[in-house]
């Protein structure tokens, strides 16, 4: 029987209207705070940052900006929405100068202001400074408010800015000034900071957040991902270290370093889903890197089947390792409509009852009669797992087996990831066996933190827990978290 002559209500459950179902969702997905682009001596700075964020836009979709400087002025422009919406041709033109930091942000929820967009932008006595910044600062907190009652006063709600205030409070010069402000945080950060004639890029002391550093003729780049070296034809030459601190003038390039480098824990959830399949971490390729979870998945937990296929995007890569591993070939069981964007309009009950479905549908032709694995990367309050394996159901699939490349869910992060408080995340309060139920699953299994470990640890797997970030699974943080009861969540940027 065709879609078309189906009856409402074989296609409405009351259980998948989809509307956010995919990773779009706001009530159930974790988010990627901020993507920085940054370019020291390049005289198209601003097009070749408004390039670098493009690719980056994954990273953050609420608002963008560009700040250049010639060594005299600084030109910016920052707005709210995505890069091509924020930046024309006229404003390209505008930012004069052969050196600009860039940046893209989401902001956590109820503080999407304008006046958080980033670069933020300071006059301090040595001249101007602005600043970039992707993670969070645990310890913000109290170094606001230690600030604001010795006197300081905030532009801003983000808690980037006081950085800029740690600076401009230092009595030493501007590269001291910034050591010392780098070394009182807390937290998981990737920095760069503009001057009239310097630019820093810093890495916090466990590597928690990407930061690249590349090269394009005589100019130097940085990025959080190598994507961006890609769209714009530069060449990656390494990742900023734990604890490092760059400095980029007219006397070339300086590798300092602020802190000793910490554990390194880059953070798992860039190579389970955040990053670009595109890009390049740690050495490994990220798409090459799901390929292998998928593979160790199937090792760790094989169910007989008659299709794999991957929850679009980030699982598909993961759904190929799986089929490969297992034989069983990959279809294309689940496709995303990439036209959707934001939605403002409610549809009206009667379309909700046809179960409209605007952001992920599953092929009927593909999976009808078939025993499905559904591969995804991780399940965070459960809700977007049971829409999806409705639909699978509701397409005709006859069994649904779901396969996440990625232990359970359980802790919030404090470096930088928007996730909802402990008590949401499904994991940290059903078993595995409950949450299956809970999502009308015939079989979930999740990857192993061993396996996680082999399929993108490589060659690093012998560093400690293969050189990664896995507290949301195992709850065991890289730093201190609690200063004076002021746990600080989610993004700083
Ligand atoms: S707690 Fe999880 S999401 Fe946060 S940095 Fe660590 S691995 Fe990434």
């Not at 829409?387 to 087996?401: D, F, K, Q, Y």
């Amino acid at each position: 029987m065709s879609d078309a002559m189906m009856p409402a209500q074989r296609l409405w459950t009351g259980d998948y209207y989809n509307e956010g179902a995919g990773h779009a969702d706001p009530f159930d997905t974790l988010r990627e705070e901020c993507g920085v682009f940054g370019v020291f001596g390049h005289a198209e700075a601003a097009s070749l940052s408004y390039y670098g964020l493009h690719a980056l836009q994954h990273r953050g979709e609420e608002s963008a900006g560009i700040c250049t400087t010639d060594g005299a002025d600084f030109n910016y422009h920052r707005s709210m929405g995505l890069v091509k919406e924020v930046f024309d041709r006229d404003k390209l033109t505008s930012l004069r100068g052969d050196r600009s930091i860039g940046h893209v942000r989401y902001s956590t929820s109820g503080d999407s202001k304008l006046t958080n967009a980033q670069p933020l932008i300071f006059k301090y006595r040595d001249g101007d400074l602005a600043v970039a910044t992707n993670g969070n600062i645990v310890n913000a907190p109290k170094i606001r408010r230690q600030l604001e009652q010795s006197g300081s006063i905030f532009q801003t709600t983000s808690d980037t800015e006081v950085i800029a205030h740690l600076i401009a409070r230092s009595p030493k010069d501007f590269v001291e000034a910034a050591k010392d402000a780098l070394g009182q945080l807390v937290g998981g950060f990737a920095f760069l900071l503009l001057t009239n004639d310097k630019l820093i890029a810093a890495s916090d002391p466990n590597g928690l957040r990407p930061l690249v550093m590349g090269r394009l003729g005589d100019a130097y780049l940085f990025s959080s991902e190598t994507c961006a070296f890609e769209v714009v034809g530069a060449e990656t030459l390494r990742e900023i270290q734990p604890g490092e601190m760059l400095v980029l003038d007219r006397d070339g390039l300086r590798e300092e370093r602020y802190a000793e480098p910490a554990r390194k824990a880059l953070c798992a959830m860039e190579y389970i889903y955040f990053a670009r399949p595109d890009s390049d971490m740690n050495g490994s390729n990220l798409h090459a890197s799901r390929k292998r979870m998928g593979q160790v998945m199937a090792q760790e937990s094989f169910v007989d089947a008659d299709v794999v296929t991957g929850v679009p995007d980030s699982s598909i890569s993961a759904a190929i390792g799986y089929a490969e591993q297992t034989g069983i070939p990959y279809e294309l069981g689940l496709i995303k409509n990439k036209y959707t964007g934001r939605t403002f309009i409610q549809p009206s009950q009667e379309l909700r009852e046809q179960g409209v479905k605007m952001k992920l549908s599953a092929v009927r032709r593909v999976v009808e009669g078939k025993r499905v694995v559904m591969i995804d990367d991780s399940i965070v309050r459960g809700t977007t797992s049971r829409r999806i394996v409705n639909l699978l159901r509701e397409a005709g699939a006859t069994e649904v087996h779901v396969r996440i490349t990625s232990p359970p869910f359980k802790n919030p992060c404090f470096y930088g990831i928007d996730t909802p408080d402990r008590g949401e995340l499904i994991a940290s309060y059903k078993t595995v066996e409950e949450i299956c139920r809970e999502i009308h699953a015939d079989s979930l299994e999740f990857l192993s933190p061993q396996g996680l470990i082999q399929a993108v640890g490589g060659e690093n797997a012998k560093d400690y827990k293969g050189g990664l970030c896995m507290a949301c699974f195992d709850n065991d943080y890289p730093t201190r978290t609690d200063f004076d009861g002021e746990e600080k969540f989610g993004c700083t940027c």
